[in-house]
Nanobody, 127 residues
Framework: EVQLVESGGGLVQAGGSLRLSCAAS???????????IGWFRQAPGKEREGVSC????????DYADSVKGRFTISSDRAKNTGYLQMNSLKPEDTAVYYC?????????????????WGQGTQVTVSS
């Protein structure tokens, strides 16, 4: 069974940092030449939005305008884990953050590009 488990969320003051992790089990990144790890978030009363994604084949990345310059996405193929480093956090970053993995569809924030989703981790930024 394929599972993605997010961790690293929590409560932080504005201006602080958090590092989210997305650990994959049930499949191995090494089995695929091309996969994309995406991070999404959903705040109460709002629709889910794409935050960042990374293409394993060439390391290309994409970021939502709201997080550019503050968030950095990365992945460690050997550890079967993706990461989202979040710096200079703002109260409007408060949301449940989800990771997702897409197998061979390319970068993007459409939900249909992703095959597997985690259960989410709460990030709360206080002012």
């Amino acid at each position: 069974e394929v599972q993605l488990v997010e961790s690293g969320g929590g409560l932080v003051q504005a201006g602080g940092s958090l590092r989210l992790s997305c650990a994959a089990s049930g499949f191995t990144f090494d089995d695929y030449d091309d996969y994309v790890i995406g991070w999404f978030r959903q705040a109460p009363g709002k629709e889910r939005e794409g935050v960042s994604c990374i293409n394993s084949s060439d390391g290309s990345t994409d970021y939502a305008d709201s997080v550019k310059g503050r968030f950095t996405i990365s992945s460690d193929r050997a550890k079967n884990t993706g990461y989202l480093q979040m710096n200079s956090l703002k109260p409007e970053d408060t949301a449940v953050y989800y990771c997702a993995v897409g197998l061979g569809y390319g970068l993007g924030f459409r939900g249909s590009l992703y095959d597997y989703w985690g259960q989410g981790t709460q990030v709360t930024v206080s002012s």
